[in-house]
């Protein structure tokens, strides 16, 4: 049988910028929400949304509003969180699974505020798709991400299949002095979003 190859990274790319002008953008990152999470109690965030019916966003393939929610205190402390979105905006974080016994919520209400109190847009057009591979400090969609330790695809919890590499936000860009990068993938087969943290 005829092994076929999957692409794992998309070749298009923009960067991430921090949008002043108030006016409408395909991207949102640190979207508050009401839900709290299962382990430390803390409130969840849509980390990234993307509404990918702007022709911008047409390279990515994917239909509808894509969507991935975690909690980001306990993100540290897992190896991935997964949250299945539906093209029409929903989105459901699943199980995850702790590497610790037991954590508690070290998010603040300020850090929370600071964290959801940001707009984002993409940059004016596309860059190298290595952009986001030679820089810890840039946000992006799309392109190779600069993993901080090992590449490190996830799985599908649905189908087993290698997720697809999405975007990179540092939290330095959304929190004034945190550490590391959340990673984000998306399985558009079974509308999973897969999201991991990494730092030196």
């Known amino acids: 049988r005829e092994a076929r190859r999957q692409r794992l990274v998309y070749e298009d790319c923009y960067p991430l910028k921090k949008d002043v002008s108030g006016g409408e953008t395909p ?11 299962p382990h430390c109690g803390g409130r969840m965030v849509d980390m ?7 022709p911008r966003l047409a390279f990515l393939g994917l239909e509808g ?24 905006g ?16 070290d998010v603040t209400e300020e850090e929370y505020r600071e964290l959801t109190s940001h707009a984002f847009t993409l940059g ?15 946000g992006t969609l799309g392109g190779f991400p600069n993993w901080l330790q090992d590449w490190s695809n996830t799985l599908c919890p649905d189908c087993g299949r290698p997720m697809v590499y999405l975007a990179q936000i540092p939290w330095e860009a ?5 550490e590391g990068t959340l990673f984000i993938e998306v399985c558009p087969h079974c509308h999973i979003a897969s999201m991991q943290h990494q730092q030196t």
């Open 174 to 178: 959304v929190t004034d002095g945190a």
């Open 124 to 138: 004016a057009g596309p860059v190298s798709p290595f952009y986001g591979a030679m820089r810890e400090d840039t």
């Open 65 to 88: 509003i894509v969507t991935a929610a975690c909690c980001p205190s306990c993100i540290c402390y897992m190896e991935a969180a997964y949250s299945r979105y539906s093209p029409a």
């Open 90 to 105: 929903d989105c459901q974080p699943l199980p995850g699974k702790l590497l610790l016994p037991e954590v508690e919520n």
């Open 27 to 37: 991207v949102q990152i640190g979207r508050p929400r009401e839900d709290r999470c």
């Open 48 to 54: 990234l949304s993307l509404d990918c019916r702007d």
